[in-house]
């Protein structure tokens, strides 16, 4: 039986069909923050395919000089940058390095996170604040100095407009085991929403991704009880890291150009109809009927 949390290997992720043409992103400069992860690797992947050098960020060096080997080997220029994005003095420096090695930056991917469940009566201020500060505070630190160098480039006539990326999740709905998530990624979408117009007046874009339940080996950490509910969404699935790395080429490309302030929804419809439950469902909300029909657990 095949594994349903296995993600793409990176030979996969190379010989995956795109929507794209292949010189889409030629010349262009791709920052992407959390780039070892298996979402953070697709990205890398499909924009490298598609023509762009790629800057990578995160907190293991190991699983960044992977990322790099493996990009070189499909003849994509990297460069891979260990650091912690809640430092906003490191996160000055990672801007300053892409523009250093490559003399230009074009789209900066917010996709670096964390999380875990728990019950919102057992979360301790240190866990509350690692979550907040990666999801919260480290995309607004790379949103902030990544403008500040596109405003300055710009002004001395240097550069061209630039294009933020925020991955993030379902608004608006209930997120029960995950609240340092909830309130984080609400956050990280409410500010995308509002630079979106701040920065338009310097061609700046600011889009988000919802991320529904995607396959990944994360998945099995969580507890058995909440495996039922990975699938619940229109499409009676999980997603696939290369829907995240397509839809962000479509709002990086020419296809976004039109496209700003938006929240796009990559969720099989979860955003719509379905239920998430990491800690697994609660009685109290199991509304199946009974045997006399009375809705009665």
């Known amino acids: ?98 523009w250093d090695r490559f003399g230009r930056l074009d789209v900066v991917i ?18 509350w604040h690692a979550v907040v500060e990666t999801n919260l505070y480290g995309t607004w630190y790379t949103m902030q100095a990544a403008a500040r160098r596109w405003v300055a480039e710009a002004e001395r006539g240097n550069g061209a407009p630039g294009n933020i990326i925020n991955i993030s999740t379902i608004q608006g709905r209930a997120g029960v085991g995950i609240p340092h998530t909830v309130a984080s990624r609400a956050g990280g979408v409410a500010l995308s929403r509002s630079l979106a117009v701040e920065w338009a007046p310097y061609g700046i874009r600011v889009n988000s991704i919802a991320v529904g339940v995607i396959a990944s080996e994360g998945l099995k950490t969580y507890p058995e009880e909440a495996k039922a509910s990975f699938g619940h969404n229109p499409m009676r699935r999980l997603g696939d890291v290369w829907d995240v790395a397509q839809g962000a080429a479509y709002l990086a490309g020419p ?14 419809g979860e955003h719509v109809w379905g239920e998430y439950w990491p800690l697994g469902k609660p009685d109290y909300f199991r509304l199946d009927l009974d045997d006399d029909g009375d809705g009665e657990v």
């Open 110 to 127: 917010n996709n670096a996170g964390g999380q875990f469940s728990s019950p919102a009566l057992d979360i301790t201020p240190k866990g």
């Open 1 to 98: 039986m095949s594994d349903p949390y296995r993600s793409h290997s990176f030979d996969e992720l190379c010989r995956l069909p795109t929507a794209y043409r292949d010189d889409l992103f030629n010349g262009q400069v791709v920052l992407i923050t959390g780039g070892g992860g298996a979402i953070g690797t697709a990205m890398a992947t499909l924009f490298g395919r598609l023509g762009a050098s790629i800057v990578a960020c995160g907190r293991t060096a190991e699983t960044l000089d992977t990322l790099v080997d493996r990009l070189a080997s499909i003849e994509v220029e990297a460069h891979a940058v260990p650091m912690t994005i809640r430092d906003p003095e490191q996160v000055d420096a990672l801007i300053a390095t892409a």
């Open 255 to 268: 296809t976004g150009e039109f496209v700003n302030g938006t929240h796009l929804e990559i969720t099989g």
